[in-house]
């Protein structure tokens, strides 16, 4: 996704001469409440600094929940306009990016709701991406290669509600706790969500070398490519 900031004077308008990508950028903001109660005030740089931080996080959250590029671009770029707009009415809110996440997830159904949409739920969720650099040998790299084309095969084969929350722990790095409030689950329903996405994914994936430990995943997953290696 293309990152374009929001021109501020005038909402319509994209790329203008105050975006990120003409001009050095600094986030200085030490804590969400700070960057968050400078936003609220209508600092411009907090605003841009929300935008910079999280648009590549909720446009990833919205491929896949919807897999439809057109219909989550244009509804992220509404979405912001939507917070600038109600920035004075919002309570103060720390840590911002499971708020936003929430109020996105809440935006986009109420927008495909609106435009009866034919959203596909259903289409793989991308896991692993494909420019990380590691020092795999070319027999390493073609294995992990299989394993993540199988991982990927596997992902649309889980319910809408396991591929979500796969998502969020390990594309996102939400804590389970703020996956809870996402998902409106408490945290015991989080975590058997998350054991029978994790058993259901062992099954469709082909070769799978187990490497100990039936809850290893609780306390030894923290990203996607931790995911992958999973199944290494």
Same mark, same amino acid.
């Given at each position: 996704m293309t990152k374009k900031f929001l021109h501020l004077n005038n909402p319509d308008s994209e790329g203008s001469k105050n975006s990120p990508?003409?001009?050095?950028?600094?986030?200085?903001?030490?804590?969400?409440?700070?960057?968050?109660?400078?936003?609220?005030?209508?600092?411009?740089?907090?605003?841009? $600094?929300?935008?910079? #931080?999280? &648009?590549e996080l909720l446009f990833e959250y919205g491929i896949c929940q919807y897999h439809n590029k057109s219909f989550v671009e244009d509804a992220l770029? %509404? +979405?912001?306009?939507?917070?600038?707009?109600?920035?004075?009415?919002?309570? &103060?809110?720390?840590p911002i990016y499971p708020y936003l996440i929430k109020s996105f997830k809440r935006y986009? +159904?109420?927008?495909?709701?609106?435009? #009866?949409? %034919?959203? %596909?739920?259903?289409? $793989?969720?991308? &896991? @692993?991406?494909?420019?990380?650099? @590691?020092?795999? $040998?070319?027999?390493?790299?073609?294995?992990?290669?299989?394993?993540?084309?199988?991982?990927?095969?596997?992902?649309?084969?889980?319910?809408?509600?396991?591929?979500?929350?796969i998502h969020l722990k390990y594309y996102s790095g939400l804590s389970y706790n703020e996956i809870g409030e996402i998902m409106g689950m408490n945290i015991k329903s989080v975590y058997n969500l998350m054991f029978q996405a994790i058993n259901q994914l062992r099954k469709h994936v082909d070769d799978l070398i187990l490497i100990g430990g039936t809850l290893l995943w609780l306390t030894y997953f923290l990203s996607k490519d931790r995911l992958l290696e999973f199944f290494m």
């Open positions: 990508s003409d001009r050095q950028y600094t986030d200085k903001y030490n804590s969400d409440k700070e960057l968050w109660l400078a936003f609220q005030a209508g600092d411009e740089q907090a605003y841009e $600094t929300l935008y910079i #931080r999280y &648009v770029h %509404n +979405f912001y306009l939507e917070l600038w707009k109600a920035k004075e009415r919002l309570s &103060v809110v720390s986009l +159904f109420a927008r495909a709701k609106k435009q #009866r949409r %034919n959203i %596909n739920l259903s289409d $793989t969720m991308v &896991v @692993t991406g494909k420019d990380h650099e @590691t020092d795999d $040998t070319q027999e390493e790299a073609e294995f992990r290669n299989e394993k993540e084309l199988a991982v990927q095969k596997a992902l649309p084969k889980l319910s809408e509600k396991q591929q979500e929350i």
